[in-house]
Every structure is written in C-alpha cells, then in structure tokens.
Nanobody, 127 residues
C-alpha cells in the first residue's frame, strides 16, 4: 500500500506563490505516475497536472499551464507542485495521487485510474 502525504498548503494573496509537496512511502517511487488534483468548494475534483514515473514527461490543465510546475525527486520519493501567480479560483483542497505503471513515460489526467490518494492540503487565495 502506498501512502501519500501532502504538505505546503496555506493562505496566500492573489499573485503569490506556494509550493506543495507530496511524500510517498513507495519503495519504488519511480514505478508510479503521479498527479495533482484539486477540489474547489462545492465542485468536483479536477485534474491539475501529471508527471511520468521517470519525470521526463508532464502535462497540465489549461487553467494552470504556464503558472504551475510539477516535478518529482525519485531519490526522495517526493513530488512537488510549484504554483505561481495564484488566483482566487485556484483555491481548493489539493490532492496528490499515484498510479502504478510499467511504462516510465505514461501520463494520466483521468482521476479514476489513480490507485492511491493523499488526504489533501488546503490552498486559500485571498483577492
């Protein structure tokens, strides 16, 4: 069982930055494609970004492209989401997710395929 723990959320002013972290317990972290999702109040959980197991490939939701950067450090079993130019509409609970994959280059934006989820970290953006 892979355990994921997010951290780094908080309150930030619009235009500010935050870096989220996701620490994983997996022995072979590189065997997992990873993703960030978010759930604004009263809305469904939505895709934010994904990164392949090897870290070479990434993909983003259009709403965050150019402002957010996903990265991972397989030696530390940790994934990151660097968020710049935050907007009030970015406010949400942010979740990290992991999916086992045999192919190091695979990306997954569909939340239903992810097998493991963290508990989430709250991001609040004041206008």
């Amino acid at each position: 069982q892979v355990q994921l723990v997010e951290s780094g959320g908080g309150l930030v002013q619009a235009g500010g930055s935050l870096r989220l972290s996701c620490a994983a317990s997996a022995h072979t972290f590189g065997d997992y494609a990873m993703g960030w999702f978010r759930q604004p109040p009263g809305k469904e959980r939505e895709f934010v970004a994904t990164i392949s197991g090897g870290g070479a490939r990434t993909a983003y939701a259009d709403s965050v492209k150019g402002r957010f950067t996903i990265a991972r450090d397989n030696a530390k079993s940790t994934m990151y989401l660097q968020m710049y130019s935050l907007k009030p509409e970015d406010a949400a609970v942010y979740y990290c997710a992991a999916k086992f994959t045999y192919y190091s280059g695979e990306l997954y934006s569909d939340r239903s395929v992810y097998e493991h989820w963290g508990q989430g970290t709250q991001v609040t953006v004041s206008s």
